[in-house]
């Protein structure tokens, strides 16, 4: 079963818990799900990734039914 799954991260300066997000979503990309991480921040540039990502202004723009797990950090 494939799961959709986003992870909403505030900004993507480099800190610890952007580094834990980015990590879980490869791992559970790598797994066959479909991750997107969804920020209100900059291009992330000091790290690759596979999974999507997602740029708002506002959370409140991201349709949440759309997916079977929201993370928030």
Same mark, same amino acid.
């Given at each position: 079963m494939t799961l959709r799954l986003a992870y909403l991260i505030e900004d993507t300066a480099i800190a610890g818990g952007t580094?834990? #997000?980015?990590?879980?979503?490869?791992?559970?990309t790598a797994r066959g799900h479909e991750v997107v991480l969804v920020t209100?921040?900059?291009?992330l540039t000091w790290r690759q990734t596979r999974a999507r990502w997602r740029h708002v202004r506002d959370f #409140?723009?991201?349709?949440?039914?759309?997916?079977?797990?929201?993370v928030g950090t």
């Open positions: 580094r834990v #997000a980015v990590a879980h979503a490869d791992a559970l209100k921040g900059g291009p #409140a723009e991201m349709d949440a039914a759309a997916f079977d797990f929201v």
